[in-house]
T-cell receptor, first 114, second 114 residues
Framework: DGGITQSPKYLFRKEGQNVTLSCEQN?????MYWYRQDPGQGLRLIYYSQIVNDFQKGDIAEGYSVSREKKESFPLTVTSAQKNPTAFYLC?????????????FGPGTRLTVL | KNQVEQSPQSLIILEGKNCTLQCNYTVSPFSNLRWYKQDTGRGPVSLTI?????NTKSNGRYTATLDADTKQSSLHITASQLSDSASYICVVSAGREYGNKLVFGAGTILRVKS
């Protein structure tokens, strides 16, 4: 099956801990994205990567870090510096970063800080 | 400021009835507009994409309209089914000179009752 997978589906974190969310795609897409979704708000872009070994900050990058060592993988680390990390995190990919290219989304990871 | 406003916030209709969801945007310059369907706890899935020159586009029982002059779009759902219960998100893409940035609306939550 081609698609995007995210793991875990649910994640619980204690305050002060770093956690890493996994995102893998087998669509051979160049571009990958991380979004955060909060109730009553539109998706907000955290980081994006147009190509391997390159990534750019989105609108709300503070407290997050990413890496893009392989084309198919784009993990997101939520650090202890992120003040309010409880949210639904969505990973997406597209063939390129061009605007007409559809972004395909993974199933999401719900992160809860205890 | 680039914004996408959707109305209503939520809607309940009876199975078999039609409904129309609204999207107003201030994103400029405009490249294209997509409607996504997001089931609870899942990632969004694209329904339609419309560029500046397109007024109407259909995908089965979903019909999207675009008025680029008034910066308004609508999504009409015909003969609703229980499986249409979801959040519907309007997404507007700015032009290439703005990095093809996507601006997401907060979504309309639709519930179809039997």
């Amino acid at each position: 099956d081609g698609g995007i997978t995210q793991s875990p589906k649910y994640l619980f974190r204690k305050e002060g801990q770093n956690v890493t969310l996994s995102c893998e795609q087998n669509l051979n897409h160049d571009a990958m994205y991380w979004y955060r979704q909060d109730p009553g708000q539109g998706l907000r872009l955290i980081y994006y990567s147009q190509i391997v070994n390159d990534f750019q900050k989105g609108d709300i990058a503070e407290g997050y870090s990413v890496s893009r060592e392989k084309k198919e993988s784009f993990p997101l680390t939520v650090t202890s510096a992120q003040k309010n990390p409880t949210a639904f995190y969505l990973c997406a990919s597209s063939r390129t970063s061009g605007s007409l290219n559809e972004q395909f989304f993974g199933p999401g990871t719900r992160l809860t800080v205890l | 400021k680039n914004q996408v406003e959707q109305s209503p916030q939520s809607l309940i209709i009876l199975e078999g009835k039609n409904c129309t969801l609204q999207c107003n945007y201030t994103v400029s310059p405009f490249s294209n507009l997509r409607w996504y369907k997001q089931d609870t706890g899942r990632g969004p899935v694209s329904l339609t994409i419309m560029t500046f020159s397109e007024n109407t586009k259909s995908n089965g029982r979903y019909t999207a309209t675009l008025d680029a002059d008034t910066k308004q779009s609508s999504l009409h759902i015909t003969a609703s089914q229980l499986s249409d219960s979801a959040s519907y998100i309007c997404v507007v893409s700015a032009g290439r000179e703005y990095g093809n940035k996507l601006v997401f609306g907060a979504g309309t939550i639709l519930r179809v009752k039997s």
